[in-house]
């Protein structure tokens, strides 16, 4: 920091640099007191901007491309991802499965080649889909070669490549003690990667190891002091977040009506099916808000597939001025088989009972359905 702007002061250039270590790995309910303490020990120093250039616009740009939304929280992730590639060559993006960690750096990297700033190669592996062996590399029990494994090819690639080209090495899988701690000589300030053929691997300055898990209950703290964290919440995505992208994707031949419906059904049931679900312990194997969500966007989705314009077929405008009248069924059976799917026997009585009232709060007939 203090090499790229030599005029701030030394106080502000602190600040920036607690701010850029500590903030992204913070819970929303943890900022409020970070916040406080910062206040405390620079009572008089303004909060340094930082200038991201057309990176800003670049996210915005990609965000409406892929018809995600971008909200102050989702670009401020992206942001503190892309602080954290200025000083670590290793991180780890960490939360639950929905908050949004493969969409933030498919972002970054989409913002960071069309701004002109740096071009990205991403590399993606699952460490827990082979073996050790077939990670780093094994020698053969018969002829006693020596075998590359995936990460080792990958980084050779990597290494090898001369252009100015970022690389960014994604390891998409569960942390564990098996494979993470033949990576701390890669994430501390030797950059190798050690092989058991005795061979030492130098990683270049262009490269950063990423790892995207859901936890880190089985890293250790040697792992994890040597990397830089971005914790993505999915509550700070949210439902509506969510429901807002799958409108904007809602099929080009629905009128206005149809997607003002749409936005009526879901702000009315989705939300409050998924806190029924929260509101007891209905369900069989724990799940996230935003999952449910998705479950029942994917749901409609299917539903709605037949009224997709293609090149092979066009629907009629008879069949989607029919569609009008059987909306709210579909949004109901969709919220039955996503949300209620995963409550047990207990909880479908609840939820049957909430759908009744719902469907009379709404004005939806349910024709054909036993009542009794």
């Not at 915005?60 to 102050?72: D, F, G, I, K």
Request: charged share 20%; with cysteine.
């Amino acid at each position: 920091l203090k090499r790229r702007d030599h005029s701030r002061p030394e106080d502000q250039v602190l600040l920036r640099a607690l701010q850029d270590v500590n903030v992204p790995k913070f819970l929303a309910s943890d900022l409020s007191l970070f916040d406080n303490i910062i206040r405390d020990l620079f009572p008089d120093t303004p909060m340094p901007d930082a200038d991201y250039g057309t990176l800003k616009d670049g996210i915005v740009s990609h965000c409406s491309a892929r018809l995600l939304q971008s909200t102050e929280q989702f670009m401020g992730k992206v942001l503190q991802l892309y602080d954290t590639t200025q000083v670590r060559h290793g991180l780890m993006l960490v939360g639950p499965a929905g908050g949004g960690k493969t969409t933030n750096y498919q972002i970054l990297r989409s913002a960071l080649n069309s701004a002109g700033i740096n071009k990205v190669q991403v590399h993606i592996l699952n460490p827990k889909a082979v073996t050790l062996g077939q990670l780093y590399g094994a020698f053969d029990d018969v002829t006693h070669e020596w075998t590359d494994g995936i990460l080792a090819a990958t980084v050779r690639i990597a290494v090898r490549d001369i252009s100015e080209d970022l690389h960014w090495v994604m390891f998409d899988g569960p942390v564990d003690a098996i494979w993470i701690e033949s990576m701390n000589t890669v994430l501390d300030d030797n950059k190798k990667l050690c092989l058991n053929s005795g061979e030492l691997i130098q990683l270049t300055s262009r490269m950063t190891m990423m790892f995207e898990v859901g936890d880190l209950a089985a890293a250790s703290p040697a792992t994890v002091s040597r990397c830089g964290m971005v914790y993505m919440e999915p509550e700070a995505l949210g439902v509506a977040t969510l429901t807002a992208s799958w409108l904007a994707s809602l099929p080009s031949s629905f009128k206005p009506a149809y997607v003002d419906l749409c936005r009526k059904l879901g702000a009315h049931l989705v939300p409050d099916a998924i806190k029924l679900v929260r509101s007891g312990s209905y369900e069989v194997v724990p799940t996230m808000d935003n999952w449910l969500a998705s479950a029942f966007f994917q749901w409609m989705e299917c539903v709605f597939e037949p009224y997709v314009p293609t090149e092979l077929r066009s629907p009629t405008p008879e069949a989607v001025s029919l569609l009008e009248a059987h909306l709210p069924h579909m949004f109901v059976s969709g919220v039955i088989w996503s949300i209620g799917a995963s409550v047990n026997t207990s909880g479908r009585l609840h939820f049957s009972d909430f759908l009744w009232k719902k469907s009379r709060e709404l004005n939806i007939v349910l024709r054909g359905v036993d009542t009794g």
